[in-house]
């Protein structure tokens, strides 16, 4: 599949720990940061999805932390598509920061579900009619 996304933000003070290290908590924040961008890119918003009746919960995340993030430091989480979605979709991301040091990688799996029945469905036609336009 392979379709990515970059998306570039700065460390709020708030996010860090007494050290000035990002607390590991907020990566997960980072990374839906990353969704949320990358189906944008496709020219999709969550906000439209929910609308539309369909929810998109994390259903597994792992990540790999390799070195820490700071205060102020310009980070730019890059998500990309692992395979075509079907009832799931499945992300792997990187972190690096402005050097473009590795400081994180990621995976997570989400499952497409209706909002009103709490039950998987398919992903919606229109991402997929756009991501095969790509």
């Avoid at 020219?43 to 259903?59: A, C, H, N, R, T």
């Avoid at 400081?103 to 579900?113: D, K, Q, S």
């Avoid at 909002?115 to 336009?133: A, D, F």
Wanted: hydrophobic content about 35%; overall charge neutral; aromatic content about 12%.
């Amino acid at each position: 599949m392979g379709y990515q996304n970059r998306f570039s933000f700065r460390v709020r003070y708030g996010e860090t720990d007494q050290m000035g290290v990002v607390y590991h908590g907020n990566y997960a924040q980072y990374l839906e940061m990353g969704r949320v961008e990358w189906l944008r890119s496709l020219g999709f918003s969550y906000k439209q999805m929910e609308k539309d009746g369909i929810m998109l919960p994390v259903i597994s995340l792992e990540i790999q932390f390799r070195k820490s993030a700071t205060y102020d430091d310009l980070l730019t989480v890059v998500t990309e598509l692992t395979k075509p979605p079907v009832v799931k979709i499945e992300f792997d991301y990187e972190i690096r920061n402005e050097q473009n040091e590795l400081l994180v990688t990621a995976h997570t799996v989400l499952a497409f579900m209706d909002m009103r029945t709490s039950k998987p469905v398919k992903c919606p036609s229109g991402i997929l009619e756009r991501l095969q336009s790509l």
